[in-house]
């Protein structure tokens, strides 16, 4: 199979068809201030144990993914990447103070219901193309299962993402033990409990795309697909989609999620 080039990528990720809001995107001064000074704390009172710390970069954009089955997940990922990682949030968490401030304060980005989920990607991809950290759960919401296994089917939001940035690594995570800290509907924590929180090995959507055990994608394959009509290519896109975010779940499965 001939290897796809970078020109190749970059017309794999025109074709993915994602495009930013065109507003510049920069790090809230307090959320600078949380990361550099409260992070200490909040490792000193939470029993958190991390594997494979070393793997994520300080700097550059990145996508991080994970298991959802607390609303204390996306905490975990922050002390995890030791740097601001934004997430999307849905326009509720900002109708009322001090909620909205908040928020946005901590680096979340309201996405709106009316604009719907493209809404919600174009600003992630804001995000990443101004060389940030973004923060992803496949699941698209915290897991509404009552007993295990909690771990539920992802969206493929992630994968067009990453299709975008095909030379962008997607770190999967896994969470284990958040939801014993605290459960859905807790008004407490319990910060004895143990979490354990492996980080895997990333890919990026280029690397995938053409292994034999991902996408397995020729440049033939490419070919074709710039020059079949919208609808055939958004038939094999979406299968791709589809693939991409089924075995990053099935990697984070294998990591332990429960």
């Known amino acids: 199979m001939a290897e796809l080039t970078s020109e190749d990528l970059r017309t794999f990720s025109y074709l993915s068809d994602i495009g930013g809001t065109g507003e510049s995107f920069s790090v809230p001064l307090i959320y600078r201030f949380l990361i550099r000074f409260l992070s200490p704390i909040v490792r000193f009172f939470f029993n958190v144990n991390y594997t494979g710390l070393e793997r994520i970069p300080r700097k550059g954009a990145m996508i991080i993914t994970s298991n959802h089955?607390?609303?204390?997940?996306?905490?975990?990922?922050?002390?995890?990447?030791?740097?601001?990682?934004?997430?999307l949030a849905k326009e509720g968490h900002f109708q009322k103070q001090p909620n909205r401030f908040i928020m946005r304060s901590n680096g979340m980005i309201e996405t709106l219901r009316s604009e719907?989920?493209?809404?919600?990607?174009?600003?992630a991809h804001d995000v990443l193309s101004s060389g940030f950290a973004l923060g992803i759960f496949p699941e698209g919401t915290r897991s509404r299962n009552d007993a295990p296994p909690y771990l539920q089917d992802g969206k493929t939001g992630v994968a067009r993402l990453a299709a975008s940035?095909?030379?962008?690594?997607?770190f999967p995570i896994s969470i284990i033990g958040s939801r014993e800290v605290m459960p859905p509907g807790a008004?407490?924590?319990?910060?004895w409990k143990r979490i354990d929180v492996?980080?895997?090995?990333?890919?990026?959507?280029?690397e995938w795309?053409?292994?034999a055990d991902g996408g397995d994608f020729s440049k033939s394959q490419l070919e074709s697909l710039k020059s079949i009509d919208e609808h055939g290519r958004g038939s094999i896109m979406k299968s791709l989609y589809r693939k991409?975010?089924?075995?990053l779940m099935?990697?984070?499965?294998?990591?332990?999620?429960?």
């Open 116 to 123: 719907g989920g493209r809404d919600a990607l174009s600003r």
């Open 69 to 87: 089955v607390s609303n204390l997940d996306p905490i975990f990922k922050i002390l995890a990447a030791r740097r601001q990682v934004f997430y």
């Open 209 to 211: 795309l053409v292994s």
């Open 250 to 258: 099935g990697t984070i499965k294998e990591m332990g999620a429960p």
């Open 198 to 206: 492996h980080i895997g090995e990333s890919v990026t959507f280029g």
């Open 165 to 170: 940035f095909p030379g962008v690594p997607v």
């Open 187 to 191: 008004n407490f924590i319990r910060f």
């Open 244 to 247: 991409f975010t089924d075995q």
